[in-house]
């Protein structure tokens, strides 16, 4: 079985650096075999903060883009947690999905499938996750996204 950097490169997708936290926190903590991720904002590959509130800024197609980007950042740090061997990630345990939405928006669902479709389609059984899609009146700096993890590592 090929490991998750191939299965990364055969997808044509490579991590972006993981990025160093913005305030006082650190970008993850490792107990035991669990290592938790800080949550993740949403931007694009140039590092352009993707913001906006869904349900009024932007579509569900946008927000899930946005959270497949967050996902992308969430293995970036997993990457830099394991001294860069992604190979050392058993499996995706757990997101939280924080979706800055207007109070009518329902499809916080959706947008965070982004994410959890990526996670799944790049690293098989692996990717599967519990979860949790909410919405949030804002976020910082005005991202549209925001998602932390729960991973186990070897």
């Given at each position: 079985?090929?490991?998750?950097?191939?299965?990364?490169?055969?997808?044509g997708i490579e991590l972006p650096e993981a990025s160093?936290?913005?305030?006082?926190?650190?970008?993850?903590?490792?107990?035991?075999?669990?290592?938790?991720?800080?949550?993740?904002?949403?931007?694009?590959?140039?590092?352009?903060?993707?913001?906006?509130?869904?349900?009024?800024?932007?579509?569900?197609?946008a927000g899930a883009a946005a959270a497949k980007r967050?996902a992308l950042m969430l293995l970036a740090q997993v990457?830099?947690?394991?001294?860069?061997?992604?190979?050392?990630?058993?499996?995706?345990?757990?997101?939280?999905?924080?979706?800055?939405?207007?109070?009518?928006?329902?499809?916080?669902?959706?947008?965070?499938?982004?994410?959890?479709?990526?996670?799944?389609?790049?690293?098989?059984?692996?990717?599967?996750?519990?979860?949790?899609?909410?919405?949030?009146?804002?976020?910082?700096?005005?991202?549209?996204?925001?998602?932390?993890?729960?991973?186990?590592?070897?």
């Amino acid at each position: 079985m090929a490991g998750h950097e191939a299965r990364l490169r055969e997808l044509g997708i490579e991590l972006p650096e993981a990025s160093a936290p913005a305030a006082n926190y650190v970008p993850f903590v490792q107990a035991g075999g669990l290592l938790y991720v800080s949550g993740q904002i949403s931007m694009d590959e140039t590092g352009r903060l993707i913001t906006g509130k869904l349900g009024a800024d932007l579509d569900t197609e946008a927000g899930a883009a946005a959270a497949k980007r967050c996902a992308l950042m969430l293995l970036a740090q997993v990457k830099a947690a394991c001294d860069g061997d992604l190979d050392r990630l058993k499996r995706v345990v757990k997101l939280t999905g924080f979706v800055n939405s207007t109070p009518d928006f329902t499809e916080q669902p959706k947008v965070v499938n982004g994410a959890s479709d990526f996670l799944v389609e790049a690293l098989g059984e692996a990717g599967r996750h519990a979860r949790s899609a909410v919405s949030a009146g804002a976020l910082p700096l005005g991202v549209a996204v925001e998602i932390e993890g729960i991973f186990e590592i070897a």
